[in-house]
């Protein structure tokens, strides 16, 4: 069984930045295709960039594009999101997701697997 547990979030300034990680276990990293997603009150989960085993290609929503960064060290375990030049509107949960094999999460519906969530709460 696979457990994600992430790390990292909490409060930041309009403009700030921080970085969330997510350690897995059960499983070599490796065999993982990974993702972060995002949830706030009322709206379903949404994708905020996914990668794939090797860490070689991400792909990014609109919104975190020039903004935020996912990386993977598998050597570690872990996954990673550099979150920079934060606004209001990224105030959410954000979870880690993965899925066995090569195919890297899109949807909520693609996860097999979830972390707990980290609270980022981003304001003056």
């Known amino acids: 069984q696979v457990q994600l547990v992430e790390s990292g979030g909490g409060s930041a300034r309009i403009g700030g930045s921080l970085r969330l990680s997510c350690v897995a276990s059960?499983?070599?990293?490796?065999?993982?295709?990974m993702g972060w997603f995002r949830q706030t009150p009322g709206k379903e989960r949404e994708l905020v960039a996914n990668i794939d085993w090797s860490g070689s290609t991400a792909h990014y929503a609109d919104f975190a594009k020039d903004r935020f960064t996912i990386s993977r060290d598998n050597e570690k375990n872990t996954m990673y999101l550099q979150m920079t030049n934060l606004k209001p509107e990224d105030t959410a949960v954000y979870y880690c997701a993965a899925r066995d094999g090569m195919h890297v999460p899109i949807a909520a519906d693609d996860v097999f697997y979830w972390g707990q969530g980290t609270q980022v709460t981003v304001s003056t």
């Open positions: 059960g499983r070599p990293l490796i065999m993982l295709s």
